[in-house]
Structures are given as C-alpha cells and as structure tokens.
C-alpha cells in the first residue's frame, strides 16, 4: 500500500462495448508485473471479467477494481462495462476516481456511450485521457477519427503519439512532444503537432504561456510539471494510441499516465457536516471522510462493499461514524482488491480504495466520518417486468435474491404492487434485465416468469373539485359513523408546499403535511372542532390508502392537494376505522370529478444511427409520439438523434433500431418527466384497466 497520498492515481476505464477496455487494462496488469500469464476476455481467462455472466457474454457486466504499481505510483484502476444499459456501474465508478481514460476503437470510431461517458466524466469532474485502441485493425480512417474527436470533444483533444503505419503494418508509435528526425511510415506527421500539444499544456500556466508567446520554449521539466494541471483545467485532453494485440503503445501509455493522470488532491471533494459545506482535505492526518461506491455481493464472501477515502485514515476492525446513523457502524478487516482476489490490510490512506466484507449497514453511497458526502446520482430505470418464481415455494427466496441484486445495481428498482400482489423489477432495458435474470438462475437459483412489462402511469387531476362523504353503518351495538367534506387542487410538480399551503389561499389553516413520495399536500382547515384532531391521521391515511391504489385505472396518484375542512362525528359511533373509510371515499368521489387524467413517463433518447438512417428514424419516432430534439454529428459518418417519446411506446425500441440500421444504430434512454396522455390514448388504458378487474 502507498505511503504517500500524492503517489496515488486512481483511475476509471470506460467507453463504448467491444472498444477494447478489458483486454487493455489486463495487459497493462502483466506489463506492470501485478498479475503473470496471458489474460484473455475470448478465453474466458480475463483478470477483470471474471464473472459467470461476463464469461459466457464475453463482456464486462460489473466495474471490476484492479491495481498495480509504476514508476512509484500506486495505479488503481477500475474496469466499467460499455453498454448504455450499465451505465449505472460507470457512474458509481466515477466516484471513486480522479481520471477517465476513455477507450474508442479506431475502427468503429465515436459511439453513443462514449458521448456518454465523455460528458458523465466531465461532470463529476475528472480529468480525462483518450486512448485509442484497436490500431491492428484493417481499414482505419485515423485521420478522420481525430478529426473526428476534436469535432466531438474540442480542439483541446491533442495527439500525444502517433502511430507508424496500422493493421498487420503496425510498427510503433512516435511522441509528438519529442518528435523523431526520421517518422517514416507514421500516420500524421508528428512534427506538425508539437506546436499544437505544447500550446495546450502550457495554457495552464500564464507566465509559461507568455514567455512562450515572445520566443522562449518551455523545458521538458515545465511540461512534465504543467501536464497535470492542464488535463485538471481541461485545456489538454491527451489523446494515446494502442495496440494490445500487437504490445505497440503500451509503454507509451504509461509513460503518459504518470505524466497526466490526476492525483487525489487534483479534484476537490466536499460535503456537508452539521448542515454547512465544507471542503475535504485530502490528508491522511485529517478526520475521516469516505464513501461507498460499489456493493458486490458474491456467493463465497457474501457482500462486499467498495469504499473511497478521500480524507484520513481508515484503519481495520473499528467504529466509524456515518452522518444519519443512530449508531456507530463497525466494520471488520480492511480488503486491498485485485479483481476478485483481496488481501487484508491494516489501514488505507486518503485517496485509496478497500474494500470491507459482511457489513449490512454499509450501502452504496454510505458517508463513513463526520461529514456527508453527496449522493450518487443515478439514472431511473425505467423498462419494468412483472417477476415470480417458476417453482412453487421460492416467493421467499427470490424476494431475497432480488433485494441482494438491488442493493448491487442502483439502478435496478423491485416494488410490491400491492393491488396485484407482484413483485416488479423495473432495470435499463430489455439487455439489462435479461442479465440481471441470468445472474438468479446462476448464483441464487432460482428461475423466474416474467410477464408483459408494466408502464409506470400516475394518475392526476386537471381541475378543482370540492364534495363529501358520509359513512354510516349500523349493525346492532354500536356502529361507525364518519362524515369528511374536502377540496381538492392540481398540486404541479416543484411546487414549494410552504409556498402553496399559506393563510392567502387557506385563511383557517391549522396543519399540513407533504408526501414528497407523491407529491401530495394535504391541509387541515377543519374550525370549531367539527372533526375531532385525534381522527385527522386516519383521514389521512385513507387519502393515502386511496394515492396508493389509484381511481380511474389503479394506477398511483401524484401531483395533487387535499384539503380538510369539514366534518362531523358522532359521540359513540365514530372511530378512526369510520373516518379512514370516510376520507378514502370522499378522495375517490372528488378526484372523478376533478378532470381526472393519467401522466406517462416520457424518455429522453440520444439516438446514434448513420446519416443515412437520420429519416428513418424521424418517421419511426413521429408514428411512436416522439419528439425531435436535435441532432449532432457523432462522427464518422454517424448522427446523434435527440428526441423525447412516451416510454410506453419504445418499450422494444432496441428491435426496430436495430432492424432499421442493420444492428449499426444504438441509444440511450434515460427518464425524463412525467406528461399527460392524450385523451384517445387514456381512454383505451382505463378500459383496458378495467377489463383487467373484471377478470380478476
């Protein structure tokens, strides 16, 4: 383990699938000394995809933590997946590192996910490299692809090598900052970059810049010292060129790693403690600040969890606060990783990565110290499919199963509707599940049904209303006896209810109370005791029985405001069972007359297909209710749709692009608000609602 914190780099690979990242970090891992052998992802012998799933796929599935050491640096690196419907475990990887090193094939050229990860990367902050892999491959357009990457990414994107020939004529790459006599065969003159590369370095330091600017060259020394600072300023992106086919650029792009790639106290990392913002430092005397970025859970240790020091020292078998915990979490001996081997270590410093086994208080995202790191946002899945167990008996067991699966992948949700007593796991899209199915059968065992995918509508109002309701029920002894007369307004989504519920609008306000889950807002107006205080709480649990369970087609309600003002009870008949029903029927009486209406999800898609599809994929998106957004050029001969649709109706999306682009097109989707369904569509989604109740 690294002694000093300024000799750590921690570092995420990530890019679009098959661009080369795996087998990239796997022999850097051999190169460095860290692992021997010949690791290979098409053998099944890969040190980072060493996962069931990513053998047979042949894929990475999960971000996988590896290290090794060079040149006196501590390089801890961590292998992403490259399909969109995994994004999630890139973004939980970004966390814990200081640098991106992006992979794209020289081939296939700017993907959709390196778009993506390009801008995830950017905005967490992080420095970034580009490596461009795959130089062994025939056909290569290299100077297109730069051309390409600084349409794309910027003109701050600067070769730092270049490579002398490609395909099977590969020989080397030469430096473009130390340009040879003689570059025979390379693909771009390095000469008549250098200027170029040096003036992106050098605009990190002013002084440098202008002594530069009347005649005076900078030194090696000022360069090694200012590559750094400019990749953290983002006026220099390196661009490296590999081979790992053919062991060409390797070397070179270590050589550049120590050269460019960020230490911990590059990126400043804050939080909140007792509510104020404060700045980490990045110290391993300073108090303790760390987080969980990953949780694995392996049939043989159980669960792991992935933690980032960014301040302090985390030592083995100790107490660690976490901000919000009533207690004190204890955690066990402290694990160096290597892919899926660990060893025990006795402390890890600010900017290390460990890894603690057996804790369940430790969760994604968890803050350990006292102060509360940001969250992790992750994207909302938003393709759901209703799950239950082929074999009799295994409810139980799955349930576990599928709560392991979401405590491992954020953006994997598990609901139990509690109308139609389902258990809906709601993922990416159809791929992601499709593995995350894959992954019970293998480690829990457990096959499951599924059944058509659920839209998530919500139901809402598009007018005021006002009404009552009256339960009476006599049957002998006593009775039940409730009366509950309410208002009800659109509540819009990002309304302030502080804002909305004031004494302008609501003169006899009491109380009121806000379920951010649904955005419901209910308010106590009652006067002159005409409803006891004690029955309010069951009124409003039968407003919530009935949010829960939906009016018009069974469907959640959201976006809405309730208010009480009215009632009456009775001395011996009332109870909170008479005012729950009361208050459940007088919310279903009011909301059918208050211009019901149901709100669908719609997506935000970024669909990259080439030029020559652009059309066809307008003409798809119109007949689906889609919107055109925008569109930019992805590069080689690739266009990048913007478009907004219903999710409802790109629900099988990846067949019909895939079909229209002879499998060359791909997308992202990701949610992006909730809008009201037309009129024809909603009728035919309550009669179908209802149809579904008839049977049942």
Request: aromatic share 6%; with cysteine; hydrophobic share 35%.
């Amino acid at each position: 383990m690294p002694k000093n914190v300024d000799d750590i780099r921690n570092i995420v690979v990530c890019g679009h699938g098959s661009s080369g990242k795996t087998t990239l970090i796997d022999h850097l891992l051999v190169k460095t000394g860290a692992v021997s052998g010949q690791p290979s992802v098409d053998n099944g012998t890969s040190i980072c995809d060493f996962d069931e799933e990513e053998k047979h796929h042949k894929h990475s599935v999960e971000a996988s933590i590896v290290h090794f050491d060079h040149a006196g640096k501590r390089f801890n690196v961590i292998d992403t997946p490259g399909y969109p419907d995994l994004i999630g475990q890139t973004i939980g990887a970004l966390r814990a590192a200081e640098t991106a090193i992006i992979a794209i094939d020289a081939h296939a050229g700017i993907k959709v996910n390196t778009r993506r990860v390009w801008q995830e990367s950017g905005d967490a902050g992080l420095g970034r490299i580009l490596c461009i892999t795959k130089l062994d491959a025939d056909n290569i357009n290299f100077s297109g692809l730069i051309d390409s990457i600084k349409e794309v990414f910027g003109t701050q994107c600067a070769l730092f090598n270049v490579p002398i020939g490609h395909g099977h004529e590969l020989k080397g790459v030469v430096s473009t900052l130390d340009p040879p006599k003689d570059a025979a065969g390379a693909l771009i003159n390095p000469a008549e970059l250098s200027e170029s590369v040096i003036e992106s370095i050098i605009e990190a330091d002013e002084a440098v810049m202008e002594k530069y600017l009347e005649g005076e060259m900078p030194s090696k020394e000022e360069l090694q010292r200012l590559c750094a600072e400019a990749v953290r300023q983002g006026t220099l992106t390196p661009i490296v060129c590999v081979s790992t086919k053919m062991g060409v650029g390797l070397d070179e792009l270590l050589a550049v790693l120590v050269q460019a790639a960020l230490p911990p106290s590059a990126v400043p990392r804050s939080g909140k403690k007792d509510g104020d913002d404060v700045t980490l430092k990045t110290d391993a005397n300073a108090p303790l600040a760390a987080q969980v970025f990953k949780t694995r859970i392996d049939p043989f240790v159980q669960r792991l969890s992935y933690i980032r020091v960014f301040s302090g020292t985390m030592k083995k078998d100790s107490t660690l606060q976490s901000p919000g915990a009533r207690k004190g979490i204890k955690i066990g001996p402290l694990l160096s990783v290597q892919a899926d081997k660990t060893t025990p270590v006795d402390q890890a410093i600010a900017g290390e990565i460990v890894a603690v086994a057996k804790t369940e208080d430790l969760h994604t995202g968890t803050s350990l110290g006292e102060v509360e790191l940001p969250p992790i946002k992750f994207p909302t899945p938003m393709v759901g499919l209703a799950v239950a167990p082929k074999a009799r008996g295994d409810e139980t067991k799955l349930s576990g199963a599928l709560h392991k699966i979401t405590e491992e992948d954020r953006t994997v949700h598990l609901e139990h509707d509690q109308e139609t007593k389902e258990m809906v796991l709601t993922g990416m899209s159809e791929l992601h599940l499709q593995l995350l199915r894959e992954r019970l059968k293998r480690r829990d065992k457990v096959e499951v049904e599924t059944h058509e995918p659920k839209i998530p509508y919500r139901e809402t109002i598009q007018a005021n209303g006002d009404g009552s309701y009256r339960h009476k029920k006599q049957s002998g002894g006593s009775g039940q006896f409730g009366e509950v007369h309410i208002r009800m307004y659109p509540f819009p989504e990002g309304s302030d209810p502080d804002e909305f519920a004031t004494k302008e609008r609501f003169p006899q306000l009491k109380n009121k109370h806000f379920h951010e889950k649904n955005n419901f807002l209910w308010v106590d107006t009652v006067v002159g005791g005409s409803i006891p205080g004690n029955f309010m709480p069951a009124i409003e649990k039968g407003f919530l029985e009935k949010i829960s369970s939906g009016v018009v087609a069974g469907y959640p309600v959201q976006n809405i405001c309730v208010e009480v003002h009215f009632g009456k009870d009775h001395p011996v008949d009332s109870n909170e069972t008479a005012f729950r029903i009361a208050g459940r029927q007088a919310f279903a009486n009011v909301f059918r007359e208050a211009r019901p209406s149901l709100l669908e999800p719609i997506v935000k898609l970024h669909v990259t297909v080439p030029v020559g599809n652009v059309g066809d994929v307008s003409s798809d998106l119109s007949g689906r209710r889609g919107q055109m957004v925008g569109m930019d050029s992805a590069g080689g001969g690739m266009t990048t749709v913007e478009a907004t649709a219903p999710l409802a109706e790109v629900m099988t999306y990846a067949r019909t692009l895939s079909s229209m682009t002879g499998g060359q097109g791909s997308y992202t989707m990701e949610f992006c608000r909730y809008d009201v369904v037309p009129p024809n569509v909603q009728q035919q989604i309550i009669a179908k609602a209802k149809l579904k109740v008839e049977e049942e």
